[in-house]
T-cell receptor
Framework: GQQVMQIPQYQHVQEGEDFTTYCNSSTTLSNIQWYKQRPGGHPVFLIQLVKSGEVKKQKRLTFQFGEAKKNSSLHITATQTTDVGTYFCAGRRGRRALTFGSGTRLQVQP | EPEVTQTPSHQVTQMGQEVILRCVPISNHLYFYWYRQILGQKVEFLVSFYNNEISEKSEIFDDQFSVERPDGSNFTLKIRSTKLEDSAMYFC???????????????FGPGTRLTVL
């Protein structure tokens, strides 16, 4: 079945440093979504990428979708303590069910 | 802003008991989902529901599970005979039905933590 892997599993940065998480799918995706989950919270939708090679920005967050639509990345510039949480990518192959990645837990040291 | 709500927030049950988890999706949404997340692990898809029937289900969603939309607002997940390994956070999600099925955004509820003793 479809598998979505993320690396790293865990990242600890100093406030102000950049952070990147990478997402790789075993199959080509129709789109990819990114979610943030705060400790004890629920997944909160951040963004959706649909087109091959697409790049989208949300303030300090930059999202990319690979040319082959099998990988994606999320980059945070100048992290803040409010960025703490687990970031999940979730891929879809045309049907509605999301296959979530394993997640990257981000810890930001003030 | 409209949001998905879930009750209860925490449910403790004995192994073998039936539980019903409740969700109220966003009012104009037509697609509903259940996901689960075992502590410290990733979110896993269970089932999707549209037009009063199951649209997709995963291998996790076996005969012990069922879903229902008993009225115009609630969406429920029933586990008939709970097992220890059913302990997890269960998230309900909903989405509007757009013209292109693959781009619907799913909005998650706060979850129900199920503890099976």
């Amino acid at each position: 079945g479809q598998q979505v892997m993320q690396i790293p599993q865990y990242q600890h940065v100093q406030e102000g440093e950049d952070f990147t998480t990478y997402c790789n799918s075993s199959t080509t995706l129709s789109n990819i979504q990114w979610y943030k989950q705060r400790p004890g919270g629920h997944p909160v939708f951040l963004i959706q990428l649909v087109k091959s090679g697409e790049v989208k920005k949300q303030k300090r967050l930059t999202f990319q979708f690979g040319e082959a639509k099998k990988n994606s990345s999320l980059h945070i510039t100048a992290t803040q303590t409010t960025d703490v949480g687990t970031y999940f990518c979730a891929g879809r192959r045309g049907r509605r069910a999301l296959t979530f990645g394993s997640g990257t837990r981000l810890q930001v040291q003030p | 802003e409209p949001e998905v709500t879930q009750t209860p927030s925490h449910q403790v049950t004995q192994m073998g008991q039936e539980v019903i988890l409740r969700c109220v999706p966003i009012s104009n949404h037509l697609y509903f989902y259940w996901y689960r997340q075992i502590l410290g692990q990733k979110v896993e898809f269970l089932v999707s529901f549209y037009n009063n029937e199951i649209s997709e289900k995963s291998e996790i969603f076996d005969d012990q599970f069922s879903v229902e939309r008993p009225d115009g607002s609630n969406f429920t997940l029933k586990i008939r005979s709970t097992k220890l390994e059913d302990s997890a956070m269960y998230f309900c999600a909903s989405s509007e039905v757009s013209g292109l099925a693959s781009t619907d955004t799913q909005y998650f509820g706060p979850g129900t933590r199920l503890t099976v003793l």
